[in-house]
């Protein structure tokens, strides 16, 4: 099931894992391995991926970051093709993600002479930048009745789904609002009446998908192999500019009626 209803879908750029993630939910499908696993096992590829990069393995860092961004497609798929979604599984993965970005850019300042300072920026500017793909796309996903897991405003711990505990939904909303809280508030604040406006053009979303996850990390990926990971950082913190371009394209030609 996508998550989108086909009227409305558009091309991902950060999405280029889907296809790949899709044939290993496919094959996951009817065994023990349920999404929470796959999302472990793309936690457990990030990990490999700094080890690499600390040994100056750069392309094979590279090549484990990739696969990353396929188990983290992969993860969603197996939820879908065995129906169970949940909010744990949901909260674990975005919980990762972040963590998983913070060690990455660590791990780049640890191995070049950038400055601590500029790597806390690029962190901050890497996060806001997934922030705004996240909330265009949910604002889109819930206008058009799709996939309704990711809600626009996570200001409460949601009710559990079929199959999972309450408990544990409540602690990882809650390690979940702690991190992401501060860049949900900015974003709302930079463009609080975007749920008003009509379905986005799939040509908007498009465009807002580079900085989806997936391409952010395909950009890491690719300067790790070129051997430029000296730029990465510095990449990064410019590559932030985007956001007023991609906020004031929305405040000034898809206006709410």
């Not at 009446?193 to 465009?207: E, R, V, Y």
Request: hydrophobic residues 50%; positive net charge.
């Amino acid at each position: 099931m996508a998550k989108l209803p086909t009227k409305y879908q558009f091309l991902d750029l950060s999405d280029y894992g889907r296809n790949g993630g899709l044939w290993i939910a496919s094959r996951l499908k009817n065994t023990r391995f349920t999404p929470i696993h796959v999302t472990t096992l793309f936690i457990f590829s990030g990990f490999v991926a700094i080890w690499c990069m600390l040994n100056g393995y750069y392309k094979t860092a590279a090549f484990f970051i990739i696969l990353k961004s396929v188990l983290d497609a992969a993860d969603g798929e197996l939820s879908r093709l065995k129906n169970t979604p949940s909010y744990t599984g949901r909260y674990y993965d975005s919980i990762a993600d972040i963590l998983l970005n913070f060690f990455f850019l660590l791990t780049l300042w640890y191995i070049t002479d950038s400055s601590i300072i500029y790597m806390l920026i690029a962190f901050f500017g890497i996060q806001l930048q997934g922030t705004v793909y996240n909330y265009y796309y949910v604002i889109l996903r819930n206008a058009v009745e799709g996939d309704s897991t990711s809600r626009i405003f996570e200001d409460t711990a949601p009710i559990a789904l079929k199959g999972e505990s309450q408990r544990t939904v409540n602690i990882f909303y809650k390690i979940y609002d702690i991190l992401y809280i501060m860049f949900d508030k900015i974003m709302y604040h930079m463009d609080k009446n975007a749920s008003d406006s009509p379905p986005f053009p799939k040509w908007f979303m498009t465009l807002v998908s580079m900085y989806g996850l997936g391409f952010q990390l395909l950009f890491m990926a690719i300067m790790l192999a070129l051997n430029l990971h000296e730029f990465v950082i510095p990449f990064f913190i410019g590559y932030s500019v985007l956001i007023i371009v991609f906020v004031g394209i929305r405040k000034l030609v898809l206006k709410p009626l």
